[in-house]
């Protein structure tokens, strides 16, 4: 889902660049207001989990990849998207800078998509579907969705680049996405769980008022 430099235009690059400042900014005055020394540690360990997951790419034809994300992983713990959009800022720009993984010029893009579009889809997908299907159906819907809809979003940018046609993109990038989402949505699923069953005050839904 990285998107390479050259593979959207010059325009789109820079307006997409000032919306993820935008957001990296609500993203801080979040941290600022939200995050302390017991929380800051968990956030520190979903950042190094989500670098990890990343880095086992599948190519997608025409040169992009595709890979599990943890954007809505990040947002439903914390109980916002502006936690994922911080998390994949920081992991995004390592790999941009160290790793060639996804160009500069299309860094703001790649926040965009798998940070900000990522994370506000898995938090209020979550929020959404919680009082209809309960508490892990929704978490598993909103972690697939958050995984889909940002390639389908990747692949609209690079469709109006002229990258590649947009009916090949969505096929290509909602295809392979689709699949890989079902593996993210059980994942996510499972830590969850798992951090529900041996600390359940890390996660946000559990300590409001505190």
Request: glycine share 10%.
């Amino acid at each position: 889902m990285h998107i390479p430099d050259g593979f959207i235009s010059l325009p789109l690059c820079a307006i997409l660049y000032i919306i993820a400042i935008i957001a990296i900014y609500l993203s801080a005055k979040w941290s600022r207001e939200n995050l302390n020394e017991k929380y800051i540690p968990l956030l520190a360990v979903l950042s190094a989990g989500i670098f990890a997951i990343m880095s086992f790419n599948l190519p997608v034809p025409f040169g992009s990849s595709g890979h599990l994300l943890g954007a809505a992983l990040v947002a439903i713990i914390f109980c916002s998207p502006y936690a994922a959009i911080l998390v994949l800022t920081v992991v995004l720009l390592i790999q941009a800078l160290f790793f060639g993984d996804g160009g500069i010029t299309a860094l703001g893009a790649n926040i965009v998509n798998m940070g900000v579009v990522g994370g506000f889809v898995g938090y209020y997908g979550y929020i959404s579907l919680n009082k209809i299907i309960g508490k892990y159906p929704s978490v598993f819907i909103a972690s697939w969705a958050a995984c889909f809809i940002a390639a389908l979003v990747a692949a609209i940018e690079m469709a109006i680049s002229g990258t590649f046609p947009l009916d090949l993109g969505i096929f290509y990038m909602g295809g392979y996405h689709a699949m890989i989402g079902l593996i993210e949505a059980v994942i996510t699923v499972i830590i969850i769980k798992g951090i529900e069953s041996v600390r359940p005050d890390l996660l946000a839904w559990n300590r409001k008022g505190e």
